[in-house]
């Protein structure tokens, strides 16, 4: 099976996706694919999840620089066996103004030529035969990180948190997903809405749960991810010698199975 990118997205915040995207790199890996998970989120959550250190500690050594410079083995960092990172830090956020005025955060001059949500597309070319899977967080808004995240990639996570504005929030992202497989190269496809951070105790989130799979039957995953603690204590732990890491991961674990079948089929 040749390689595929899946990212996993919605311009929100608070909606489990650096939580989801580590969770499904480890699984990834866990069951012998080889991985390569890549931070598109200034924010750097992934970052520290996979890595376990601050992502400040990536500064000068990160997707930034990997997407300025065009040599990305340069800065892939092995973080386990079969899992690879592409860090990010907050000088992140000064992608765009690379973009359009040539200016690094360095100060440094390196004027960009080209088609702005295709970079990405463009740097993962020489490596995508090196991996299974490359999977991308990316930020809670419709950006440049955003849009080449989605161009480079053949298949969308869209990420529900049951909440009004998350809901409200989903056409929108739809729209971009589609802009991506109109204006990329890779047929961009949603390969499902994963409902997240449920709270079993609230009657709205119930509501807002049954709202977006019957608007969107085909594309939600039979799965729901309820808020429980040791998943939320993921980010203290890390996926070693956690002693919570099986309640942590058990309810991804089918999430993954509906997934790969989906991949696959």
């Given at each position: 099976?040749?390689?595929?990118?899946?990212?996993?997205?919605?311009?929100?915040?608070?909606?489990?996706?650096?939580?989801?995207?580590?969770?499904?790199?480890?699984?990834?890996?866990?069951?012998?694919?080889?991985?390569?998970?890549?931070?598109?989120?200034?924010?750097?959550?992934?970052?520290?999840?996979?890595?376990?250190?601050?992502?400040?500690?990536?500064?000068?050594?990160?997707?930034?620089?990997?997407?300025?410079?065009?040599?990305?083995?340069?800065?892939?960092?092995?973080?386990?066996?079969?899992?690879?990172?592409?860090?990010?830090?907050?000088?992140?956020?000064?992608?765009?103004r690379w973009i359009y005025t040539g200016k690094t955060y360095t100060g440094?001059?390196?004027?960009?030529?080209?088609?702005?949500?295709?970079?990405?597309?463009?740097?993962?070319?020489?490596?995508?035969?090196?991996?299974?899977?490359?999977?991308?967080?990316?930020?809670?808004?419709?950006?440049?990180?955003?849009?080449?995240?989605?161009?480079?990639?053949?298949?969308?996570?869209?990420?529900?948190?049951?909440?009004?504005?998350?809901?409200?929030?989903?056409?929108?992202?739809?729209?971009?997903?589609?802009?991506?497989?109109?204006?990329?190269?890779?047929?961009?496809?949603?390969?499902?809405?994963?409902?997240?951070?449920?709270?079993?105790?609230?009657?709205?989130?119930?509501?807002?749960?049954?709202?977006?799979?019957?608007?969107?039957?085909?594309?939600?995953?039979?799965?729901?991810?309820?808020?429980?603690?040791?998943?939320?204590?993921?980010?203290?732990?890390?996926?070693?010698?956690?002693?919570?890491?099986?309640?942590?991961?058990?309810?991804?674990?089918?999430?993954?199975?509906?997934?790969?079948?989906?991949?696959?089929g």
């Open positions: 099976m040749p390689c595929k990118v899946i990212t996993f997205g919605i311009q929100k915040g608070g909606c489990g996706k650096s939580t989801t995207t580590g969770i499904t790199a480890h699984l990834l890996r866990e069951d012998g694919y080889r991985v390569l998970a890549i931070d598109m989120d200034s924010q750097g959550n992934l970052t520290e999840l996979l890595s376990e250190q601050p992502s400040n500690e990536f500064m000068g050594n990160s997707i930034l620089e990997a997407l300025q410079t065009n040599r990305i083995q340069d800065y892939i960092v092995p973080v386990a066996e079969n899992l690879d990172l592409l860090p990010a830090n907050n000088f992140l956020a000064t992608f765009p440094e001059n390196l004027p960009f030529k080209g088609n702005p949500s295709l970079i990405l597309d463009q740097i993962l070319e020489p490596i995508r035969d090196q991996y299974d899977f490359i999977v991308i967080d990316t930020p809670p808004s419709l950006s440049e990180q955003t849009t080449n995240a989605l161009c480079a990639s053949d298949y969308v996570v869209v990420m529900f948190e049951c909440s009004n504005w998350c809901y409200s929030a989903i056409p929108n992202f739809m729209d971009s997903v589609e802009g991506a497989r109109s204006f990329g190269h890779r047929d961009t496809q949603v390969i499902g809405i994963l409902r997240t951070l449920n709270d079993v105790r609230r009657s709205d989130a119930k509501a807002f749960n049954e709202m977006i799979q019957e608007d969107y039957p085909e594309d939600v995953f039979e799965t729901i991810i309820t808020r429980k603690a040791p998943t939320g204590r993921l980010s203290v732990y890390g996926f070693n010698e956690n002693p919570e890491i099986k309640q942590a991961l058990e309810q991804y674990t089918s999430f993954y199975k509906e997934l790969i079948q989906r991949v696959k």
